[in-house]
């Protein structure tokens, strides 16, 4: 979408509107533009406009204002094909040159396919590389204008908000009550000499003077475990400031089903957890403004990206039925908010942007990876794997994306393993086995006390590729150890009842070291069965096999650290050169980044609510018969 | 408008987008509607719908739902012209019944003249008697629909939000927080089994079971001087419980121009005045809401209207620059507003509905008045005088309507009169002179203690009656006095330097008495001269001049208690038949209760804006000329 509201592109009929007969393209739902002089075809959903279309794909287009129609520099010609003149158009070309199939981009919806000329570049549009190497061309939702307005008279007796909206007739405003109390007052203390502060297609406030500068915007990370705050400078696209801490939900519990299991205990929980949600983005608000040295009140929107048990709580929205199934949410998207609904004292009227959800376990954490990873447009296979208690996993070719949730447990945050702990001080987070000793790397270069997820994948992994533990997930016995590598041999313990492989020795007792137990590799197994059931169904949903993967992106804090050898050894991602397999870092807090500087971006994200198919995995019949047979370790 | 929103009627083609090509009608604006077998010509802004245009003008067509696009019983029968098909008409007529030009009326937005045949009634809707005798067909913006929800399942994950719009797809609905916030737990303790509480496009709230008998709404005439609160049954357009009360502002001062003059004197006099009309406000929903047993809950809109400054104290917006040249509005429109905006604590959801303003001195009551008068609809040519410190003329015929402001002074409510006083007991309200005796009418019939504005009005325009106070205004001598009428001759006195007319004696002392003063006659001179002026000017506007004038519309309370003859007499109004003068009540309340009633006459309130001329007074260089001639009694 354009700057310019739908219903301006009703109007100019850029658009089609719902229910009008589908434009002919292709069949896959989108219309194909074939740009000159480059000869890239591009595919986009009808009605984007060449612009959006063209800086969606990385194809410069002139333009100083970003596409929001008035820089009137995005003049390109349709040479095939054809698209109606606009409004702008009229104002801008000659009545040749329209004929001539010249239009401004950003007012041009392709609702058919089209070749369009793209002239060489005379300036470029201002961008920021955000996400997974994105480049995403400014367009924020927050626009400030410097005004310089005649004063009223009684032959100019215009309403105060009429004078501020005929100096912006290039927009279509509503104006909040926020700033109709600010007129009457800046505009005579300002002599009339004010900027107005716009927000999408709301004017939020008037500011005496010149503050075209101070245009700042707060996107939130909310995650279960961890709430990261970026300010952004949304005038250079650049972080002014980057904080983070750890939710202050914590002690109703790790996850989001203790959480959720909290507010059926106790009634007053849930406005509890709401109120700690809420202190957590506060206190994370304050921090990045007092370090960036911004006033609260220049930040004029916000973002947020969270999955949808955390968006819930934090809306003041009961969670109980994301918890038990058939899990339901209350809503996929959400309405107009505020930054004051999420507990923020930032600009009284700023907005707040909350990042919608395809189902219960695929949240608006997933929908802004989603999008900061660019799953909707690039055109390779790519699988996207968020590893944590829940597992959610899409996979797309830029034209088509499927998305699951796999319950994978808590075995890669630690939990249900004997000697497991939380990615922190202590915790063993890299695991190599020669053939007679183990190397290890241990977090804050301590003494071993545990280990996390990502040396449990690593131990494991190491197991099998030595050939101490087979593929079905046995430790092999003390006789086979000590034939296949006498240097380890000795480290094959019991615990118990239970066989272990001792990582790190404290003191000579197996029981009070740090070890892998053979239950602990069994969690392992399920934990990963459940994510590569979940991406093999997804495979098959599109007809093909874990070769035609070109990419895997594993997200999330987690995915950073997981090794990508180990997690093809172990299956836990299809079996591919490991180049290929890529740490797409904190997508989650890309995203909510990126619908903050650009409004393409944004409608990108609402779109992906329409473009993404969802796969329920819990009443698949299929779903036991292909965990069984992923059991098992790869050959 | 009908209950769709614009954007439906875009889609459907039904209106014409802005900016289209205007369609073809008679160059007014407006398209013609001839109705058969009435032979009805009725004309209307394109795209009002045939049913609106129908139901506005009085003419009957078939409908249960009011037109809201649900009953489909409004089918009528297009029989010159053409009007596009809608989506709703496709499922309820055949292809040939299509292309005999079958539509249901409330979808069908006329773009140019047409011919529509209306079939006999079978039944009839539901309708209320409001404003100046207007029936009201009630189509109010709060709708409760009782649902019964199939319950989710794996198979039907569908969000609880989607579920119940899925219920509703007739409507084309947006979901308000709160809303959100109760579906999850509503939804499950219910067993899906609630009633929606819509209002306007927005769903507010769900209730368990089914709630659809009760939908209450909320009028209030925000006065300077009396407030007056309305609770309303929409089911029924009957009001449940009234009460009224004096505006907690009056400490502030007796009329708008004091209350800004405060907020100057003193920059926290403007958050005092708000909260004391937020008090008032609430003050007066509590006493409603009890007397009518109704739950604050169950009351789910609000509508008010006040003049601008009242407004403007209302919403905390500084009303200084309304108070002084060139007297500025921050806005004519008010953005989304709830109830609690106003301070109100009703359904959390409620909105409220501000009435928009024409200017500083033409504001929100004034708009209301004209709705509930009919002065858009109504072919005779009308005037419109509401009288007060600030008097507010509005001339019309149907077609036109222009309107303008005449700064009267406090003479009307006994201010600057030396006798004056508010029409509070011990009033002279009514004035008859015979050839020897004074007639007196009191208000609360005890002793007089002064002479409120009617009886200003009656004591002089009696005194013109029999020759008392010749037509230039003067008192005449007392010789004349005792020729003229010399049972009266004796009440001719002078208080210190003044010649006065003793209406009641008190003692002996013409002084303690309560009388009329040279000065006092000057005083209203002064005060109907400003009026006479407006409307000659208006009726100047239209080409007409006041033997032209239909009817006389006399507004606000004063109005009803105001002498039509006297009125007259002074030239006060135009000379008519005293048969044409009409006292049409507390307009501004009824504009209120109409607009929650109706959205078709809430979309009238909004084409006022639009259609009617403010006509500046201030800034005309014949004003004064004009005032001048206007001074004298007409002979």
Redesign the interface.
């Known amino acids: 979408m354009t700057r310019a509201s739908?219903?301006d592109l009703?109007?100019e009929g850029l658009i089609a509107?719902?229910?009008a007969p589908t434009p002919s393209h292709d069949g896959t739902g989108r219309v194909r533009l074939h740009f000159l002089p480059l000869e890239r075809d591009v595919r986009v959903p009808p009605g984007v406009t060449v612009f959006d279309a063209a800086s969606w794909n990385g194809i410069a287009i002139d333009s100083t204002c970003g596409g929001h129609g008035t820089c009137k520099k995005c003049r390109v010609r349709i040479t095939a094909g054809s698209i109606p003149v606009s409004?702008l158009d009229v104002r801008c070309f000659t009545t040749e040159e329209l004929q001539d199939g010249w239009r401004l981009a950003c007012m041009a919806g392709a609702v058919s396919d089209v070749s369009v000329d793209v002239p060489p570049l005379s300036t470029r549009p201002k961008a920021a590389t955000v996400g997974v190497g994105r480049q995403v061309i400014l367009r924020p939702a927050i626009q400030k204008r410097y005004l310089e307005l005649v004063e009223?008279?009684?032959?100019?007796?215009?309403?105060?908000?009429?004078r501020v909206l005929d100096a912006l007739d290039d927009l279509e405003l509503?104006?909040?009550?926020h700033a109709?109390?600010r007129?009457?007052?800046v505009l005579?203390w300002a002599n009339f000499t004010v900027t107005a502060v716009v927000v999408d297609d709301v004017l939020v406030d008037v500011e005496p003077g010149d503050t075209t500068a101070r245009r700042f915007a707060l996107a939130f990370d909310l995650g279960t475990t961890t709430v990261v705050a970026t300010l952004l400078d949304t005038s250079t696209g650049t972080p002014a400031a980057v904080a983070s801490m750890l939710n202050l939900q914590q002690p109703f519990g790790a996850d989001v089903i203790t959480r959720i299991s909290a507010t059926m205990l106790d009634p007053a929980a849930m406005e509890h957890l709401r109120a700690l949600a809420q202190e957590t983005l506060s206190t994370l608000a304050a921090e990045v403004c007092a370090e960036a040295e911004v006033d609260p009140g220049e930040v004029y929107e916000v973002a947020l990206a969270g999955n949808a048990t955390m968006t819930a709580l934090l809306?003041?929205?009961?969670?109980?039925?994301l918890g038990v199934?058939?899990?339901?949410?209350?809503?996929?998207t959400?309405?107009s908010?505020r930054a004051a609904?999420l507990g923020l004292s930032l600009h009284p009227a700023a907005p707040a942007v909350v990042f919608p959800a395809l189902?219960?376990y695929v949240g608006g954490d997933i929908v802004a990876g989603m999008l900061a990873s660019g799953m909707d447009r690039d055109k390779r296979l790519r699988l996207f794997i968020d590893v944590g208690t829940n597992c959610e996993i899409v996979l797309g070719d830029g034209d088509r994306i499927v998305a699951t949730a796999a319950p994978a447990g808590p075995a890669f945050e630690g939990g249900a393993i004997r000697c497991g702990m939380r990615a922190a001080d202590g915790a063993i987070e890299v695991v190599t086995l020669s053939e007679d000793d183990v190397g290890l790397q241990v977090i804050g270069d301590v003494a071993p006390v545990g280990l996390c997820g990502s040396g449990l994948v690593d131990a494991v992994a190491e197991l099998v590729r030595v050939g101490l533990l087979d593929y079905s997930g046995r430790l092999v016995s003390p006789e086979d150890a000590k034939e296949i590598a006498p240097g380890l041999a000795d480290r094959f313990c019991s615990v118990g009842a239970e066989r272990v492989f001792v990582l790190s020795w404290r003191g000579v007792e197996a029981a009070e070291s740090v070890y892998l137990s053979q239950r602990d590799v069994r969690e392992l197994q399920f934990a990963k069965a459940a994510i590569a059931t979940g991406w093999t169904l997804l495979l098959e949903e599109f007809g093909i096999t874990q070769g035609d993967v070109q990419q895997v992106l594993l997200a999330g804090s987690f995915g950073s650290y997981l090794s990508p050898a180990s997690a093809v050894r172990i299956g836990l991602v299809p079996k591919l050169s490991i180049l290929r397999i890529v740490s797409a870092g904190n997508v989650a807090g890309e995203g909510a980044k990126m619908v903050l500087l650009s409004m393409q971006e944004r409608a990108g994200a609402a779109a992906l609510l329409r473009e993404v198919r969802y796969v329920?995995l819990?009443?698949r019949t299929d779903f036991n018969d292909r965990f069984v047979d992923m059991l098992a370790f790869p050959g």
């Open positions: 739908r219903s009703h109007r509107p719902p229910g409004r009223p008279s009684l032959q100019d007796q215009r309403p105060d908000l009429q509503r104006a909040d009550l109709l109390r007129l009457p007052r005579r809306l003041g929205i009961d969670p109980e039925p199934a058939p899990f339901i949410m209350s809503s996929a959400w309405p908010l609904d189902g219960a329920e819990s009443d």
